[in-house]
């Protein structure tokens, strides 16, 4: 584990930014339009928690947790600036969770260094749980308890003063949309009233931090996009929200910083539109494969144009559509432009998909 | 959705002042608030369930075979028997929470993930769990107690004790409960604990019969089993005993939960934490 006060240096082949410092400096600097080579583990804290000037809400130093011979999360460095929603995206498997875990000290690092809210993980951990809010991926509301009684129950574990405890529970109700039915049990909600639930239960001592892991996961669309203006309705609080997810569109649309965890490490990390522009360019266009084509070959011809392609199910992507030359658009067509995502970036980056 | 204004931290969150690695009452009355919303919806089946067992069993040992007994150490067999269910009775209240209902929260409901983000700690959540069990069966166990009362022994001062009695009992077997039910690997080897471990430890108890009548290694088995003190310190409080003899189990008791809370705190926290 690691000592307080002490941090370690990045070890090599791992700087901790482009110029090897790790303190808040001068990191400001433009995205550069370069390659996927350049990015890989960014840790330090970076243009926009230098600009605020504050501690990071979450800071991970070469954090690393083995399940047996299995690695999960391997050399992870991260900052999550506060006051900002931080979107951590990856496929399953990729370590979204059990780096949640271990902002709680749920599960115990193998090495590396973490704080929470300036207070030493795993050390001072209870210190960092008291002020910061959890919401689980797995449901695990009291079935027998009314939705009112299941936030009465968080009052008492988050050490919510008696004197306020009615008034945060009534809060609570009110921000989950359910304070016109709080003795309503909770096995008699539906599935978004429950997420919903779930979701202010950890809020109920107004967090500085929240940790939501896959907030929407098995939600229909709809309840989805409900979840979303509650998520967004925290960060005008001020608080600081760091979500796991493994929907592009949550990311894109909820995040003010994403990072993009593959494989235990986070491949790169920036503003969504920014990643976007700089990995896939501002237009993809889609081209159909018909049966029988030469999908490689078609494939072969972009790369020799400088250009990425990747196959979409049935089509196939080229990033940076507008950057088509004539001699290669003549042999192409033109397929239907969209918009590049972090899916189009995800995917550059590491040749996984994410969903 | 919206949200209220000047909630933006104006309100700080209640922090724990305590330095970090303290052992807190404050989480304890989180966990015991918890199981007092849930026992305020499920008191009747519960209770029901506490205090008709033992009473029925005291019924139909104590009048049925007490007409073949008779007297024991020249006491009235219901009499011997009622103080000795007392025993029974916390055991079974107070184990089987531990092993069953422990089980569930941690394994199908996910409970204890969402209390161990917040401020609580393993040996908390252990002890919270193991004191709520040990309230109900501490009370519960008092049952038999007044039913043999009823049926004429002698009420005494020290019979106040018996909730003291009861309660600590509890509070071990709930702690070797909840120590069980994280050592077993499938809610089905839990078979295996209940007719290997909570059978024994009733049947060798001097519950139902004085453990001389039993063969030398099972007497010296019963004087480890923890619920054959039990026995006999509520035996003490109705038909009198000396203070040495009692402080003697009752410290044969406290070394049974120092040893089963470090089991418990120790099992759990290997399941709970990775």
């Known amino acids: 584990m690691s000592l307080p006060g002490h941090r370690p240096s990045p070890g090599p082949g791992e700087p901790s930014g482009p110029d090897g410092s790790d303190g808040p400096s001068d990191r400001s600097q433009p995205v550069r339009a370069t390659g996927p080579d350049v990015e890989r583990a960014v840790g330090a804290p970076s243009a926009d928690g230098a600009e605020t000037g504050t501690a990071p809400a979450i800071r991970l130093r070469n954090v690393v947790k083995r399940f047996g011979s299995f690695t999960a999360v391997d050399g992870l460095n991260l900052d999550v600036p506060a006051g900002t929603v931080f979107g951590l995206l990856g496929p399953n498997g990729a370590g979204k969770s059990t780096t949640m875990k271990m902002l709680t000290a749920q599960s115990r690092a193998d090495s590396g260094e973490i704080t929470v809210l300036d207070h030493p993980v795993p050390r001072a951990s209870k210190l960092a749980r008291a002020e910061m809010g959890v919401v689980p991926q797995h449901d695990n509301l009291d079935e027998e308890l009314t939705v009112r009684e299941n936030l009465e129950v968080f009052t008492h574990l988050y050490r919510v003063p008696r004197a306020r405890r009615a008034e945060a529970v009534e809060r609570a109700l009110h921000l989950a949309h359910l304070a016109d039915r709080p003795d309503l049990r909770a096995d008699k909600l539906s599935g978004g009233m429950r997420r919903r639930l779930l979701i202010v239960r950890g809020l109920v001592h107004r967090p500085r931090l929240v940790l939501l892991d896959e907030p929407t996961v098995g939600l229909d669309p709809q309840v989805r996009q409900e979840l979303w203006g509650l998520i967004t309705a925290l960060r005008a609080e001020g608080v600081t929200v760091l979500m796991s997810t493994h929907y592009i569109e949550e990311a894109e649309r909820l995040a003010d910083v994403v990072a993009l965890m593959a494989k235990g490490r986070v491949v790169t990390r920036g503003v969504p539109a920014e990643l976007i522009a700089r990995y896939a360019g501002s237009t993809v266009e889609e081209f159909p494969l018909e049966p029988g084509s030469r999908a490689d070959e078609i494939e072969a011809r972009i790369a020799a144009a400088g250009l990425t392609a990747r196959r979409t199910g049935a089509t196939l992507s080229v990033l940076r559509a507008d950057e088509i030359p004539d001699s290669l658009r003549d042999s192409l067509g033109r397929g239907s432009a969209r918009a590049g995502n972090l899916e189009d970036v995800f995917v550059t980056l590491t040749g996984e998909r994410v969903e | ?274």
């Open chain 2, 1 to 274: 959705m919206s949200v209220d204004t000047g909630t933006a931290g104006g309100a700080a969150a209640p922090a724990a002042h305590a330095p970090p690695g303290r052992f807190e009452l404050a989480p304890i009355a989180g966990v015991l608030a918890r199981e007092w919303a849930l026992y305020r919806r499920s008191w009747k089946p519960t209770t029901f369930a506490a205090v008709v067992e033992p009473i029925l069993m005291l019924l139909a040992f104590g009048v049925g075979l007490g007409s073949l007994v008779g007297a024991i150490r020249g006491y009235d067999y219901i009499h011997f028997l009622g103080t000795g269910i007392v025993a029974t009775s916390v055991l079974f209240t107070s184990m089987f929470p531990g092993l069953i209902d422990t089980y569930v929260r941690r394994v199908f409901q996910h409970t204890y993930d969402g209390m161990l983000a917040a401020p609580v700690d393993v040996r908390e959540l252990v002890t919270g769990e193991a004191s709520w069990i040990a309230c109900k069966s501490g009370v519960y166990g008092c049952a038999p107690l007044l039913v043999a009362i009823g049926f004429g022994l002698p009420a005494s001062w020290a019979m106040l004790l018996v909730p003291v009695i009861t309660f600590v009992t509890g509070f071990g077997f709930a702690l070797t409960g909840i120590w069980m039910s994280a050592a077993v690997p499938s809610i089905k080897t839990m078979d295996y604990i209940i007719s290997g471990v909570i059978t024994p430890l009733f049947l060798i108890a001097g519950t139902f019969f004085p453990i001389e009548t039993l063969p030398p290694w099972a007497q010296v088995a019963a004087k480890i089993n923890p619920l054959y003190h039990c026995v006999e310190l509520v035996r003490g409080t109705a038909f009198g005993t000396d203070v040495a003899t009692a402080a003697g189990h009752f410290a044969a008791l406290a070394a049974f939960i120092v040893v089963v809370w470090c089991l418990a705190v120790f099992q759990m926290r290997r399941k709970l934490i990775d």
